[in-house]
Every structure is written in C-alpha cells, then in structure tokens.
C-alpha cells in the first residue's frame, strides 16, 4: 500500500521526494521491495553522516521510525525545500506507535508539517496507554477521524483476508489456593485473573501440559493441511512469553523450540531480539518451506510471510491491540484459491478469549456477507478461465521454486547462489576468478543492481560473472508483476526522470526538455508514441540517459 500510494505521488508530480517510515527492519525490507515493482529507486538512509546529500537519481526513501524521527531529518527536509525548493510526501506505516507524549510523535509532527502529503496507516488505531496518536485528528468524544477505514470483517468479506477459527486447548492445572488453604484442579476457562497470574510459570513452562498440547494440536492439524497440493507450504507461527529482558525472553523461545524439536522431530525456525541476522532468516523463511517459525515480538505487526496460517500462542495477552497484530501475521491470503481459515490455538482464558471469539465473530460476520461469483453462482468461484500469458485453461505456466508464483509474477528478488568474490576490472569488462567477463554482462548487472537494493553492495563484475556463469537473466530477478507492466512502470519512471531533469536544467519547462533529451536523441515525437511503439528495453535507454544527464547537473 506504501509503495503504490508514494508511486502515485511521483507520477502525478505533487513530490519529489516520499519519505517511508516503518517501525522494523523486517517492514523497511518489504516496503523497499514492494517500491521496486513500480520502478521506484529506493534507499534506506535520508542522509549520511552529518551532511545533506542531494538525492537526484532517488525518488523515495525507506526506513526505520526511530531513524526517520529526529532533529537531523527535521533539519535535512528544511533545508531541501528551503535551498532546491522540494516537495515531500510522508507514509507513516503503524502509526500508533507514535504518541503524543513520546518524542517520536513529536518529531513525526514537525515532519508532517514541513510536508505536502501525509499519509499514516494502522491495523491497530489505537494504543493500551490510551495516550493520543501523533498526527491524527480526534472529534470531541475522543475517536480516531479517520479518511478511510477497512474493518476486519469488510476485509474478510472484500476477501482481502482469511477468516479466523480458534482451536482451544482445554486442560487443568494444579495450585494451591491460599484463601481455601488446600490444593485445587481448575480447568483453565475456570481460572480467575488472580489464579492466573500465580501459575502462569506453570501454565507456560516448556514441558508443561499447556505447551505440549498447543504443539501438538498445531502439528497435527499444519501436516494434515500440507498433504493437499494447494499448501505444501503452508506454516505455522509460535508466540512465545516475553522475559523480564531480551535475553531472558531469547532463552524462552530456545526452550520452545526444543520442545517442538522433540515433540514433532521438525528443527523450527529461530528468531530472537539478539540476533544479527534476524532479517535475513525471516526473509528466508518467507520464501522457504519450512513449517514453524519461534519468536517473541520478531514476527509482528507488518511482518509479510502469507504462507503462514497458523498461530500457537504460548503466552497470556491483556492488550486487545496485541491480540489483533499476532492473529494479523496469520490471515493475509494468497489469492482467490486460498479459503482456507487462519487457525489460533490457544487456551480459553479472559481477556484474551474473549478478544479471540469476537476477532471469530467478526470473520464470521464478514463470511455471510460475501457474494458468490456473478458467473458460476458459487463462492469461491470455480470458473476456469484461459491463462492471458500460456493461452491455456487451466494455466499451464511454470511457477517460481521460492514463492509458487507463476515465474512472470514472481516477486522473489535474491538467489542463494550468490556468493561475495573478488574481481577486478579492466578495459573491456572485468575478470573474477578464471572467468571474462564482457561489458554487456557488466551493464546488465547495473541494472540488476538498480531494480533490487539486496545487489547494490555486489561489485558489478562479480554479479555479471554469476548472470553469465550460470545462464542468468535481469528478467528473473525482475520484480515486476509481467512484462508489460514492467514496460508501463518504466515510462511513468522516464516522465518523473524528465520532469526532474526539467527543473534543474531548463528552467521547469518540460517541453523543451522533452524536445532537447528524447525526440532528438531517440527519434520520437511524443509520450503516446513511446507508449505504443518503444519495447521495454527501449524505455530502459531512456531512463538510464535521463539519469546521467540528472547526475551530471548535481555535479
């Protein structure tokens, strides 16, 4: 959503510069990518050091809330509106980390005001502290004025989401009752708020009956569902209990993950606070097969992984807001085939079973008012229609290994066969290892580099070597969703190029620029005609031109 609005702000020319902030890395990642299908050059830092760095051949910048909020951000936009005359939009993704009374709400305030667009999006609008959200706008009883709201059931019903079913794990627990001054066996629907808080250690130990059971369940009913053809992927998330400090909470999850190890003999993903790396294993296990993810607050609120559709909680929640960002990494669907419901497995113990049945209700509400297809009366609909790329029916295509996409739509970027290698340049190309590698290659690798952030830090030789080692080519690691749309993407980038280009060196006069930069140099008369007649690669030349020419100016 981030991505496709900031892009619709550079084409119609009313920024330019879009400014994304997202409170993890995990969401910086998947809004960079997302930016990359439309042709947007992205990066992840506003500035480098204490310096303000022009910017010429980057439209939109993504990165962490907590580096986005800050006196130098404040400073850097002030200063480009100020010295170039800049128009900034802001997209603030889960905003209701921002209060008020925080300083990352009071910088995102003085942000927003030195910007011409805003936009702050939330699943969540609103906050246990019940302190006001930074940016937004209340009426006089206190409730969000929101521009544009998507319930949960008008996301079910829209079928945007998958509806929720919750598994309850019913069980009783041994305790000694101070007020009857003997031991008691309660089930756990029967427990009281005080009760609870006194045996959670008993409750929530790894090898207790609690635990074991909800692994259990969860295993069971995941491999019954990877059988079918549809989710041989399919996986499942487990949300263990937080510790008093990250590394107590890490330790936590490890005593998880053995249980799961012993209990299933499957070794599940592991994703800590204290981990280096923690990125890069969700984003391993987003594209892999691999059926449990063990995590305390890793896998949250904007965490992507779709194939994901099952939830263990392993802990006791109070806050309604996170019960709803937990259940949300679950009911993402994968397209109209998939009508499978999201499943929680969970012990019936208020609140938090109170808020899992109306999340169930809510799903059902949303169910009864879906409508069935106009064309075969039925829903889902089953209408079988002839593939627009294969020409068959059904569609024939070869789907990618990583996302089970068909392989013109996938969106997987990297390659696990890349590896860092030294090479060296010379006249004509460059060698690395015992291999030549001709420029053609080398420029191919720019733009490889160009359209997927992961390969910037590549050295090109390197990256051109492996596309020619291994028979490699720019459209698979395109992240565009077929080729034409990849064509289309290209000529908005080319008009956004030219407008820029216009500013700094005509004197905002796009004609002139047009005239002077494209029709002479490429023997065409106007956009229309690029847009019937010129391939993608055509378009490339364009817009690479148009980029040396930007560079250029800066200099």
């Given at each position: 959503?981030?991505?496709m609005?900031a892009?619709?702000?550079?084409q119609?020319n009313?920024?330019?510069?879009v400014?994304?902030?997202?409170?993890?890395k995990?969401?910086?990642?998947?809004?960079?990518?997302?930016?990359?299908?439309?042709?947007?050059?992205?990066r992840?830092?506003?500035?480098?050091?204490s310096g303000?760095?022009?910017m010429?051949?980057?439209?939109?910048?993504?990165?962490t809330?907590?580096?986005?909020?800050?006196?130098?951000?404040i400073?850097?936009?002030?200063?480009?509106?100020?010295?170039?005359?800049?128009r900034?939009?802001?997209?603030?993704?889960?905003?209701?980390h921002?209060?008020?009374?925080?300083?990352?709400?009071?910088?995102?305030?003085?942000?927003a005001?030195?910007?011409?667009?805003?936009v702050?999006?939330?699943?969540?609008?609103?906050?246990?502290?019940?302190?006001?959200i930074a940016?937004?706008?209340?009426?006089?009883?206190?409730?969000?004025?929101?521009?544009f709201?998507?319930?949960?059931a008008?996301?079910?019903?829209?079928?945007?989401?998958r509806?929720?079913?919750?598994?309850?794990?019913?069980?009783?627990?041994?305790f000694?009752d101070?007020?009857?001054?003997?031991s008691?066996?309660?089930?756990?629907e029967?427990?009281?708020?005080?009760?609870?808080?006194e045996?959670?250690d008993?409750?929530?130990?790894?090898?207790?009956?609690?635990?074991s059971?909800?692994?259990?369940a969860?295993?069971?009913?995941?491999?019954?569902?990877?059988?079918?053809?549809?989710?041989?992927?399919?996986?499942a998330?487990?949300?263990?209990?937080?510790?008093?400090?990250?590394s107590?909470?890490?330790?936590r999850?490890?005593?998880?993950?053995?249980?799961?190890?012993?209990?299933?003999?499957?070794?599940?993903?592991v994703?800590?606070h204290?981990d280096?790396?923690?990125?890069?294993?969700?984003?391993?296990?987003?594209?892999?097969?691999?059926p449990y993810i063990?995590?305390?607050?890793?896998?949250?609120?904007?965490?992507?992984?779709?194939?994901?559709?099952?939830?263990?909680?392993?802990?006791?929640?109070?806050s309604?807001?996170?019960?709803?960002?937990?259940?949300?990494?679950?009911?993402?669907r994968?397209?109209?085939?998939?009508?499978?419901?999201?499943t929680?497995?969970?012990?019936?113990i208020?609140?938090m079973a109170?808020?899992l049945?109306?999340?169930?209700?809510?799903?059902r509400?949303?169910?009864?008012?879906?409508?069935?297809?106009?064309?075969?009366?039925?829903?889902?609909?089953?209408?079988?229609?002839?593939?627009?790329?294969?020409?068959?029916?059904?569609?024939?295509c070869p789907?990618c290994d990583?996302c089970?996409?068909?392989?013109?739509?996938?969106?997987?970027?990297?390659?696990?066969?890349?590896?860092?290698?030294?090479?060296?340049?010379?006249?004509?190309?460059?060698?690395?290892?015992s291999?030549?590698?001709?420029?053609?290659y080398?420029?191919?690798?720019?733009?490889?580099a160009?359209?997927?952030a992961?390969?910037?830090?590549?050295n090109?030789?390197?990256?051109?070597?492996?596309l020619?080692?291994?028979?490699?080519?720019?459209k698979?690691?395109?992240?565009?969703?077929?080729?034409?749309?990849d064509?289309?993407?290209?000529?908005?980038?080319?008009?956004?190029?030219?407008?820029?280009?216009?500013?700094?060196?005509?004197?905002?006069?796009?004609?002139i620029?047009?005239?002077?930069?494209?029709?002479?140099?490429?023997?065409?008369?106007?956009w229309?005609?690029?847009?019937?007649?010129?391939?993608?690669?055509?378009?490339?030349?364009?817009v690479?031109?148009?980029?040396?020419?930007?560079?250029?100016?800066?200099?």
């Amino acid at each position: 959503m981030a991505a496709m609005i900031a892009a619709e702000w550079l084409q119609q020319n009313i920024v330019d510069h879009v400014i994304i902030a997202a409170p993890w890395k995990p969401v910086v990642a998947s809004i960079e990518k997302s930016c990359s299908q439309f042709q947007m050059s992205v990066r992840r830092n506003l500035f480098y050091g204490s310096g303000f760095q022009h910017m010429p051949s980057w439209e939109a910048t993504v990165l962490t809330t907590k580096s986005a909020c800050s006196s130098k951000t404040i400073e850097a936009i002030q200063n480009w509106r100020r010295t170039e005359g800049w128009r900034f939009g802001l997209i603030i993704d889960e905003i209701h980390h921002n209060s008020t009374a925080g300083s990352w709400g009071s910088y995102a305030e003085i942000i927003a005001e030195q910007c011409e667009y805003l936009v702050a999006m939330s699943g969540t609008p609103f906050r246990t502290d019940k302190m006001p959200i930074a940016t937004i706008k209340y009426n006089a009883e206190r409730k969000i004025v929101s521009h544009f709201r998507l319930s949960y059931a008008e996301g079910v019903e829209e079928g945007y989401v998958r509806d929720v079913a919750v598994s309850w794990i019913r069980g009783s627990v041994n305790f000694f009752d101070k007020e009857e001054n003997k031991s008691v066996e309660k089930s756990y629907e029967e427990l009281t708020v005080k009760e609870v808080a006194e045996v959670q250690d008993q409750l929530l130990d790894a090898k207790g009956e609690l635990v074991s059971a909800t692994i259990l369940a969860v295993h069971e009913d995941l491999m019954k569902l990877r059988s079918t053809a549809e989710y041989q992927d399919a996986a499942a998330l487990f949300v263990c209990r937080p510790g008093a400090d990250s590394s107590e909470s890490d330790k936590r999850v490890y005593k998880i993950a053995k249980q799961i190890k012993l209990l299933t003999g499957v070794d599940p993903e592991v994703v800590t606070h204290q981990d280096q790396n923690a990125e890069g294993k969700i984003e391993a296990f987003r594209r892999g097969k691999s059926p449990y993810i063990v995590a305390v607050n890793m896998i949250s609120e904007g965490c992507d992984i779709p194939r994901l559709i099952k939830v263990g909680i392993l802990r006791l929640i109070d806050s309604s807001m996170l019960v709803r960002q937990i259940v949300g990494r679950v009911i993402r669907r994968r397209g109209d085939w998939d009508t499978h419901a999201a499943t929680v497995y969970a012990p019936r113990i208020s609140p938090m079973a109170d808020e899992l049945e109306e999340l169930y209700e809510e799903g059902r509400a949303g169910l009864e008012l879906r409508k069935p297809c106009p064309e075969c009366s039925r829903l889902p609909c089953v209408c079988v229609r002839v593939c627009p790329s294969c020409g068959e029916e059904p569609c024939t295509c070869p789907r990618c290994d990583f996302c089970g996409r068909k392989v013109w739509q996938c969106a997987c970027e990297s390659d696990p066969r890349f590896h860092y290698i030294d090479a060296e340049a010379e006249a004509d190309g460059g060698r690395f290892s015992s291999l030549d590698v001709e420029q053609p290659y080398i420029e191919k690798a720019k733009e490889v580099a160009f359209h997927n952030a992961q390969f910037r830090s590549l050295n090109p030789i390197l990256t051109g070597g492996l596309l020619k080692a291994a028979g490699l080519s720019l459209k698979e690691f395109s992240t565009s969703t077929s080729p034409e749309q990849d064509r289309r993407n290209l000529i908005k980038k080319a008009e956004r190029l030219c407008r820029r280009l216009a500013q700094l060196r005509y004197e905002n006069d796009e004609r002139i620029c047009f005239a002077k930069e494209v029709i002479v140099r490429f023997d065409v008369d106007n956009w229309t005609e690029i847009r019937k007649r010129f391939s993608g690669s055509s378009v490339q030349r364009i817009v690479t031109h148009l980029q040396h020419e930007i560079e250029k100016e800066w200099k």
